[in-house]
């Protein structure tokens, strides 16, 4: 948030119950523009400190606030209905289970702690899943032989036009010294920086990559617990070659997650989620690039957690030839056109989504998530 510039007290027409506090306090930062945050007193009542960056935002978020009152009676689990999906869905991987831990039984659990700006910090067995699971997704690297690939997880301002992106882009975040004028970013995701390197060079047929980063993306609304993060963990598997070669790589990593999914009991689903931030561009450079992508872009795998919600754990894209158009990558077959593709894990929403799902007492867990931790 910027700095808080106006803080104002307010009083509601209704006070807030004690018990509801936090749960108030949850949706008003899903919600919100993440301009604006909000003291409510822990025994609740029915005055809140309001602060905000701008009037604008903080009137905004007021009415936000207000709705989220009004609507607490009438439908006490209707919240996040931004969230939906609005894409279709293509593919159930398991049925929905009949309920969910909340992120109260998460955050109030040894594996958790919730600290006062509302992020998490994750404890023991919740934490060396992050580990594990990395491991787990670095098994889908070695069954496709890919290099590994390391890169400081920064983009450099001239870096943005190849990857289709505008230093005005909102989702971006600086990585600046204070004072100083460099324009550094830091990665949005880990694939480009791969392709970067690749730039002005020759691949053989399938070749692939994988790194792991640390990637950051401004959405606009607060973030909070490891739902929706500003920075976070992101492994990736990618894949250079022709275009029949990359759409059997994208086939054959949907089918490792559904084993992984399998094994681990969780309840997920596909859906196609044609949003490719590379296709808006309407420069004219970027027209005559004459940019080729499948009929679907992009899979999202969605794991349910509470409230009847989901998280995009893992994405499944084919970018067509749009990075090998931008960034000059050949194929060493001479005329071949390149296409590329990238198979993404969030790793903290993974942690999330087993938590929700599967509690947090971990002797309860599957065994294919205990077999992950011996070793840890
Ligand atoms: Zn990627």
Not at 60 to 89: F, G, H, M, Y
Not at 242 to 269: G, I, P, W
Request: glycine fraction near 4%; proline fraction near 3%.
């Amino acid at each position: 948030m910027a700095s808080p510039a106006i803080r104002e007290i307010r009083r509601l027409n209704n006070a807030i119950d004690a018990k509801e506090v936090s749960d108030v306090a949850y949706k008003f930062n899903s919600a919100s523009s993440g301009n604006t945050d909000v003291r409510i007193p822990a025994e609740g009542g029915n005055t809140v400190l309001i602060r905000s960056s701008d009037m604008t935002s903080l009137e905004c978020d007021w009415q936000t606030l207000l709705a989220i009152l009004a609507e607490r009676k009438a439908k006490p689990s209707e919240d996040n209905a931004k969230d939906k999906p609005k894409a279709k869905v293509v593919q159930l991987l398991h049925k929905k289970r009949d309920s969910y831990f909340s992120y109260k039984d998460i955050v109030d659990s040894p594996l958790c702690r919730l600290l006062p700006n509302g992020h998490v910090v994750l404890l023991d067995e919740a934490a060396r899943l992050l580990h594990a699971l990395d491991r787990e997704f670095l098994q889908l690297a070695q069954q496709e032989q890919a290099h590994d690939f390391y890169a400081e997880p920064f983009w450099e301002q001239e870096d943005l036009q190849g990857f289709g992106y505008q230093a005005s882009d909102k989702n971006l975040c600086g990585v600046n010294h204070l004072g100083s004028d460099d324009k550094q970013f830091w990665q949005i995701a880990v694939c480009d920086n791969i392709w970067k390197s690749l730039s002005n060079s020759c691949i053989e047929e399938g070749t692939c990559y994988t790194s792991k980063g640390t990637c950051c993306r401004h959405e606009g609304r607060q973030e909070f617990l490891l739902e929706r993060m500003k920075s976070f963990s992101m492994r990736e598997v990618v894949c250079a070659g022709k275009q029949d070669s990359v759409m059997e790589f994208r086939n054959r990593s949907m089918h490792f997650v559904n084993k992984l999914c399998e094994r681990f009991e969780l309840d997920a689903y596909y859906e196609e989620a044609n949003d490719p931030f590379f296709l808006e561009s309407d420069s004219e450079q970027d027209k005559s690039l004459n940019i080729q992508v499948p009929e679907i872009v992009k899979f999202e795998l969605r794991l349910n957690i509470y409230n009847d919600r989901s998280l995009s754990a893992a994405s499944f894209n084919v970018h067509g030839n749009f990075f090998a158009q931008k960034l000059d990558i050949q194929h060493a077959e001479g005329k071949a056109d390149v296409w590329t593709s990238c198979s993404a894990f969030g790793i903290e929403r993974w942690v999330w989504a087993i938590l929700s799902q599967h509690g947090v007492d971990p002797k309860k867990w599957p065994k294919g998530i205990l077999a992950l931790l011996q070793g840890y």
